[in-house]
């Protein structure tokens, strides 16, 4: 008896977890692609409501009156790398800007030592000015992804000192030889890949490595030759843990961006999305090896992954589950700094290129001072 009323108290408790995981109704359908290609969003306006409430931008702070001919930072200040071409006052305001939109709680001396402002001994202003120039490379030379909405520190910080949304690789699985307790990456129904089965370093191989995400083959029973197809099922299995990652990180289904039929199809058998979204891992990728891989070690130990990693960047770092960050509030136009090239007159701060091989984006048009 004892048994039988325990074992349907487990039922009742597995039954309770399993209707957990689905969502109360309404559920909401809209149609993103062409009739009859099934390419819908599917959502529900519950949850959108808490989303859209948690990606609210601040208000834009007070512009200040430009003195025509008035004094720049450079020339008034001692150590200015990046910002020297704004004025006094764009200057002093970028400064409570970023205290709000990164330091809130701590104010000015989370980067700054009391009574030197000029001092460089913080570790958090050091990699403030790399983010400074991150942010610029961003707004001004990846247009063909965050177009004339653009990013500001709030973007991925939303008013905490690090990022909700970061990664580090993983510990590597400890192998009692051979392969033995060995999970060669996958089978942990990790969060990074949707509680999925599938290889949970989705960012190694494409946030920071540059891992071909096409596996499909374009032509048929090319077993052979040039056209044949050398992508493992290994590899596919990474390009959909990887997909799941975009998906989440948007809040979307695949159909946002593909006709579920043709995977590689462009053209007509996707969305424009899916073409902004090409631009988005090349940037989220120049953002992790060009910005902060290089502050590694400027980083406390206690900020590094557990492979002595820096903290790095994913769709999720800006997006934070909205299809466009901040549901496409344009911050960034109302803030100078946040454009290149403002810099002092003697810095050469040449802004880094894409790598070799990779498609480089045309800097867009250079925005120093549109309000
Ligand atoms: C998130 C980090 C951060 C916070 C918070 C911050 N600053 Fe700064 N500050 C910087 C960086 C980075 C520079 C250097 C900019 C450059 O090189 O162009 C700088 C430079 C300055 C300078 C120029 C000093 C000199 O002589 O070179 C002044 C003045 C200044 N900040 C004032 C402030 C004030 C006032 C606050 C608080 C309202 C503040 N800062 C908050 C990062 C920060
Ligand atoms: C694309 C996303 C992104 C943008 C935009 C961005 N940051 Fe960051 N920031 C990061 C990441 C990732 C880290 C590493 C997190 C960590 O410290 O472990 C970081 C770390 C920092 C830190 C170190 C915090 C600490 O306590 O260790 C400071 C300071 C900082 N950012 C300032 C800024 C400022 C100022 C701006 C705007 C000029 C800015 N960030 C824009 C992603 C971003
Ligand atoms: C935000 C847009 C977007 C979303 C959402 C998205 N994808 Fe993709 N997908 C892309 C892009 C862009 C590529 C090509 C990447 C490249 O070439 O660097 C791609 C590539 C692929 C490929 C490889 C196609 C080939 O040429 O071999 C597959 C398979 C794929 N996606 C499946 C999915 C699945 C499954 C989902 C949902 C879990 C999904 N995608 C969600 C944009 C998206
Ligand atoms: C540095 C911040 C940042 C990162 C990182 C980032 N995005 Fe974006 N993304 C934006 C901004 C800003 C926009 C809005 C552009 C606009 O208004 O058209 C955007 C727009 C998009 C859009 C267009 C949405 C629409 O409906 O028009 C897609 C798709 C997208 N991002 C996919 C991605 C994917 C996939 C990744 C990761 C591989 C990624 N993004 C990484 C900032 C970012």
């Known amino acids: 008896m004892i048994m039988r009323t325990t074992i349907k108290l487990l039922l009742a408790s597995t039954a309770a977890l399993l209707l957990a995981a689905c969502e109360k109704p309404p559920i909401a359908v809209s149609q993103t692609g062409f009739r009859g290609t099934g390419m819908e969003q599917v959502y529900n306006p519950r949850t959108l409501a ?31 790398k990046v910002l020297g071409d704004l004025s006094v006052g764009e200057f ?7 205290t709000e939109w990164v330091a809130p ?30 942010t610029q490379k961003v707004n001004s030379g990846w247009k063909q992804h965050v177009a004339e909405t653009g990013v500001t520190c709030y973007t991925c910080h939303r008013g905490n000192n690090i990022p909700k949304e970061i990664w580090f690789a993983p510990q590597p699985q400890k192998s009692a030889g051979g392969s033995l307790g060995n999970d060669f990456g996958q089978n942990r129904a990790a969060k990074s890949v949707g509680l999925s089965s599938l290889p949970y370093d989705p960012f ?33 299995e ?37 073409a902004t979204a090409w631009y988005g891992i090349r940037m989220a990728r120049e953002l992790n090896n060009e910005y902060m891989v290089p502050l590694t070690s400027v980083f406390p130990a206690n900020r590094l992954g557990p492979t002595g ?4 960047a994913n769709c999720a770092t800006c997006h934070q589950g909205a299809y466009k960050p901040l549901y496409g509030a344009a911050m960034a136009k ?7 090239p403002v810099k002092a007159p003697d810095a050469p701060a040449a802004l880094p290129v894409a790598d070799a091989g990779q498609a480089v984006p045309v800097a867009g048009k250079v925005e120093v001072s549109a309000k």
């Open 334 to 340: 109302h803030y100078p700094a946040m454009y290149a």
């Open 50 to 80: 808490t989303q859209a409430s948690l990606n609210k931008a601040p208000e834009v702070s007070a512009a200040v009156e430009d003195v025509p001919g008035g004094p720049k930072a450079g020339a008034i200040y001692q150590n200015v």
């Open 92 to 98: 002093a305001r970028t400064m409570s800007a970023i």
């Open 238 to 274: 990474h390009t959909y843990g990887t997909m799941i990652h975009w998906s989440e990180a948007l809040g979307v289904n695949c159909t946002y961006c593909h006709n579920t039929q043709a995977f590689a199809e462009w053209g007509a058998n996707a969305t424009p999305q899916r």
């Open 204 to 236: 190694t191989p494409y946030f920071l490595d540059n891992k071909p995400i096409r596996v499909n083959g374009n032509q048929a029973l090319a077993m052979t030759g040039a056209a044949a197809n050398r992508s493992s099922i290994k590899q596919a």
């Open 309 to 312: 990693d820096v903290a790095k």
């Open 105 to 134: 709680q701590q104010g000015c001396n989370y980067c700054h030592v009391a009574g030197n402002f000029a001092d460089d001994s913080v570790y958090t202003k050091v990699v403030a000015r790399k983010m400074l120039q991150m």
